[in-house]
């Protein structure tokens, strides 16, 4: 058996790659958008949108986050109904 060698700056900067930015940030879209077209209207809070933020280098890559950010709500919705964990699949 060979052994492997992974070179973890090279593959840093490659999660880092402007292209890699662009599927992270494509990736958190999709997810936005599931939470908007399964999110529950309200009568005090109104409309739910979730937004996404601009990825941004991290430790080990990129990230990008879907969020409540400024929109009470989206807030509302997610702490009554998880819409975020389930957009993302997790429920």
Do not use: C, W
């Amino acid at each position: 058996m060979s052994r492997v060698k992974l070179n973890l700056p090279g593959f840093t900067e490659f999660r880092r790659d402007a292209g890699t930015r662009r599927v992270v940030e494509q990736a958190a879209a999709q997810v936005a958008a599931r939470a908007n077209s399964m999110a529950s209207t309200t009568i005090k809070a109104g409309k739910p949108v979730y937004s996404v933020a601009t990825p941004i280098n991290s430790a080990v890559g990129s990230i990008a986050l879907v969020s409540t950010h400024d929109n009470t709500a989206a807030r509302v919705d997610n702490a009554a109904h998880n819409t975020l964990l389930k957009a993302v699949g997790g429920a």
